[in-house]
């Protein structure tokens, strides 16, 4: 196949005239920025290209597509699982220029914006109008709008709302042809195939979303927050099943075992029992009267399952201290080990005790400690593993415990990943979970949508990243995987 | 065969039925996988007893399998409570043309892994592949749930009261403003609100809440000087069923057209429903989901004959303008056989029909499955 990795000069000046001459990247130097997105892999593109609007992105995918020039659309870097990152090089389509809120329809309850607006930034627009955008990746302050919907996103508070799927009434896509079409209207319910639905988490791999339409909710009118401490990770897991069997939708139902609590009260003090094996940050949401009954009610049903003690957040500042200690923790890997690596995987919630020993289990046989945070509420674990990559064979050793792990949450009735997608990272795993013919039933939206092999390639099925690169060999290098204050 | 064209070319029928096991069922983790015959009144009353609920309606619920109510994937009165069809699914198995089956999800509430799939096979007629066993999610069943009726001389007044009532933040489980015509075919409401126009509105959750905000509704009431009363005993479930069935009965197909705007459209929708209808003396029952952008109109099988089928094809063809220019669409959910090929049940085809139309090459490139019954004749 015709395969144009490295840009010609006619290419360049072609994009130059279409985004501007500062908006085609091509210098080695300032490529390196574009070459990694927070997971294990880099590799750094021939040239980024940064368009300022729809009719732009369309151009682009033109000229890239007339060239032979692979594609691999960019948000903010943020994804984790390699999705961004363009396996055998080639042109990195970066939407970060596209950072406008188009519209904001506080009676509708909608927002239309562009593909580079950070997520948290919707939620701050909407809060003049009592509204909020309910996908809250940990990541929201960095991330943008397009990644999220090309992960299907989740977040803290998604066990009571959703992920980004049950939020995004219509998209605006790019397709790799350089036609831009719509997919699905703002009420949500356009006649014909939901095509929005299946775009929706595909990983960047059908097409660049150039605009989308958000529904927006009105804020809650209580928040209660509360701490439940035990003396053993089992009493936790188990004390989330029984408030789910209660009845009780928890907002967010957040865990954190032994060894991320010390690496949060080492550097961060959010107030959590140094001595405790695991804590449950709990957030209830509504109106006051429910939020009070089921407060209680989780307080009990803490007690029951054997809480050392339960605290109710008193005031804002101790809710958002408490939450600090959440969002810190990955930062607060940094300050006990020199690396870690952030494994996501979803278990049924019910076996959570059960995933929870095994992990520790192949932890301990790799002799590595590991870490684990969930959102435990709806089964997605992150056992982080600490490590040091200065110790030869010490990275080959922590992938392969990482797949042991998500072995164990397969063999579980669970899934290879909840939030962060499967990307280069988790491809091989695929054939765990889906047999030749239901990949190939996936596949078969790669050509509806018109993307042949050259758009985001190397991505999300088994061998596509080998069979993409052949020998051209890109680098794999295990680094501390996330900057400081990030949270997973 | 209820949504949808006749199919264009001869066809044979597909029962799924004999496809009636609930595979696996799991209360404390709130998932449950059943085979696509199953139907949703067995379903509900399966999870109910563990007092969960899956969050899908359907007319005839003792008929319609789920099979049927995934691929037409059409909401009901609780929509907003519950979300749409396509939210339920986690996990989703399907037997494509050639026999072969395959999978997509699973069977946990968060999961990432592979492409969204069942999203596109929830509501796509079956035009891709048959669905053959679905994983849910389940919600808590709301402890406690109240329905009030208030009788309004006018539609504007129900509206207006609705706005107060998303001004207010009340959490409204349904919402649902009725005409005369309607009210007269739903049981339920009761005599001494029944005024030109009746909103009727459903709260879940608990006791206190749901108290607290039929209080609310109270004095808005009082303040606009309309009359309110209470369902009581099943006469609330009652109700929401009837709205929910939209005057069907079973074997006898009414025309029922559903038009879908934003909810500030909403208004402007009925008016150019009744404006409309009213030229050509065809007046339907109507009602509206004022807060999700929905208006409903329907014709008797008798109404129906007193019209030729092209004055209804006409008629349909101008709603669906009015809808459209509202940025919207209209859908035909349900048709007597003589006005079925003649009306226009889906409309113009959206902008993205090439890729659908390449989707449908992918996945059925015989066009064995449902031919021409879906939007564009897919
Ligand atoms: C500290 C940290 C915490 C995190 N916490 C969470 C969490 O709680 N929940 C969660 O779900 N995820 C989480 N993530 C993962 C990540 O932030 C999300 O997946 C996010 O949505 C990625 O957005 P991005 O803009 O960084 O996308 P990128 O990393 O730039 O790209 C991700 C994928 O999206 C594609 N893409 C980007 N923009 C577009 C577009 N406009 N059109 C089409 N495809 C596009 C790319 O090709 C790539 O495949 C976390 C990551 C970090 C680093």
């Given amino acids: 196949m015709f395969n144009q990795r490295d840009p010609t000069s006619a290419l360049i000046r072609d994009l130059q005239a279409v985004v501007g001459k500062s908006y085609v990247v091509h210098a080695p130097e300032d490529l390196l920025v574009y070459e990694y997105d927070c997971s294990i892999d880099r590799e750094h593109p021939s040239i980024v290209v940064l368009p300022g609007n729809s009719e732009e992105v369309a151009a682009v995918l033109k000229l890239a597509a007339r060239a032979g020039m692979p594609v691999t659309p960019r948000g903010a870097g943020t994804g984790i699982s390699g999705g961004a990152i363009p396996v055998g090089r080639g042109m990195v389509v970066a939407l970060t220029r596209m950072t406008r809120i188009l519209d904001l329809d506080p009676v509708n309850r909608i927002a239309v914006v562009e593909p580079g607006v950070i997520n948290l930034d919707v939620t701050k627009a909407a809060a003049q109008h009592g509204l909020f955008y309910a996908p809250d990746p940990s990541s929201q302050k960095a991330c943008c709008i397009g990644g999220n919907i090309a992960e299907n996103s989740g977040g803290a508070h998604c066990l009571a709302y959703g992920l980004t799927t049950n939020h995004v009434l219509a998209i605006e896509v790019a397709l790799p042809d350089g036609d831009v079409v719509w997919l699905g209207d703002p009420t949500g319910l356009e006649p014909g195939y939901d095509l929005r639905g299946v775009f929706i988490g595909s990983e960047g791999t059908l097409g660049i979303v150039t605009k989308a339409v958000l529904r927006l909710l009105p804020a809650p009118e209580t928040v209660t927050t509360l701490l439940a401490v035990f003396d053993q990770t089992d009493y936790a897991s188990a004390a989330v099943s029984a408030v789910i069997a209660a009845g009780i939708v928890p907002a967010a139902v957040e865990m954190m075992d032994r060894l991320a609590i010390q690496a949060v009260e080492a550097s961060l003090h959010a107030g959590y029992p140094k001595d405790a094996a695991a804590v449950l940050l709990i957030e209830l949401e509504g109106l006051r009267e429910t939020v009070a009954e089921q407060a209680q009610a989780v307080a009990a049903i803490c007690e029951v399952q054997n809480a050392r003690a339960v605290e109710v957040a008193q005031s804002a500042e101790q809710r958002e201290r408490l939450w600090a200690g959440r969002k810190g923790v990955a ?158 | ?197 009746l909103l009727a509105l459903e709260f879940w959750g608990n006791a206190a809440a749901v108290a607290r905000q039929c209080g609310e509704v109270a004095s808005m009431v009082r303040e606009q000087s309309a009359v309110m009363a209470e369902a009581t005993g099943p006469g609330g479930q009652a109700f929401w069923d009837a709205v929910r069935d939209k005057g069907r009965v079973f074997g006898e197909p009414a025309l029922i057209v559903r038009a879908q705007t934003l909810p500030t459209a909403t208004r402007k929708m009925a008016t150019e429903l009744q404006r409309i209808s009213n030229e050509i003396r065809l007046q339907p029952a109507t009602s509206l989901r004022p807060l999700n952008g929905t208006v409903y109109a329907h014709w008797t099988p008798t109404g129906i004959r007193q019209a030729e089928p092209a004055e209804w094809a006409a008629l349909v063809a101008r709603l669906r303008d009015a809808a459209r220019s509202e940025g919207g669409s209209l859908v035909v959910e349900d048709a007597p056989w003589a006005l079925g090929g003649v009306v226009d049940v889906w409309g113009p085809p959206p902008p993205s029909f090439s890729v659908m139309q390449r989707m449908k090459q992918q996945f059925d490139p015989e066009r064995l499955l449902n031919p021409g019954r879906f939007v564009g004749r897919l």
């Fill in chain 1, 331 to 488: 930062g607060a890997f940094g300050s006990i080990a020199p690396n870690y690596y952030i494994l996501d995987g979803v278990a049924p919630r019910t076996k959570l005790p059960e995933v929870l020993r095994r992990v520790e289990e192949i932890a301990a046989r790799y002799e590595f400690p590991v870490a684990n945070v969930l959102h435990a509420g709806d089964g997605n674990l992150h056992p982080c593993i600490l490590f040091d990559d200065r110790v030869p064979g010490a990275d080959r050793r922590v992938l392969e415990a990482g797949m042991e792990i998500m072995r164990v949450c397969i063999d579980a009735g669970g899934a290879l990943t909840g939030e962060h997608g499967v990307g280069i990272e988790k491809q091989d795993c695929m054939a765990w979970v889906f047999s030749e013919d239901d990949l190939a039933a996936m596949a078969k939206l790669r050509p509806a949508f018109g993307a042949d092999a050259k758009f985001n390639p190397g991505k999300v099925f088994p061998g596509a990243r080998g069979e993409w690169e052949g020998s051209t060999g890109a680098r794999r290098i295990m680094e501390r995987a996330l900057a400081a204050g990030a949270y997973i």
């Fill in chain 2, 1 to 197: 065969m209820g949504l949808g064209h006749p199919p264009d070319r001869p066809f044979k029928v597909m029962d799924t039925r004999a496809l009636n096991r609930v595979l696996e069922y799991s209360a404390e983790d709130m998932t449950a996988t059943v085979e696509a015959g199953v139907t949703l009144a067995e379903f509900q009353h399966m999870v109910a007893a563990h007092g969960q609920q899956v969050g899908l309606e359907s007319p005839f619920p003792h008929r319609a399998t789920i099979g049927g109510i995934l691929s037409t994937a059409v909401a009901g009165p609780h929509r907003g409570a519950l979300g749409l069809p396509r939210d339920q699914v986690i996990g989703i198995r399907v037997a494509h043309p050639d026999g072969l089956l395959t999978k997509a999800g699973g069977r946990v509430v968060k999961n990432v892994t592979g492409y969204d799939m069942a999203k596109l096979y929830v509501g796509s007629l079956g035009t891709l592949a048959v669905i053959v066993e679905a994983t849910f999610k389940l919600t808590p069943l709301p402890p406690t749930a109240r329905t009030l009726f208030i009788g309004c001389g006018s539609m504007d007044e129900g509206l207006a009261l609705t706005q107060r009532i998303t001004e207010a933040r009340l959490q409204v489980a349904a919402c649902e403003l009725l005409d005369a015509v309607t009210q007269a075919r739903i049981p339920g409401a009761d005599a001494s609100v029944q005024r030109r126009w």
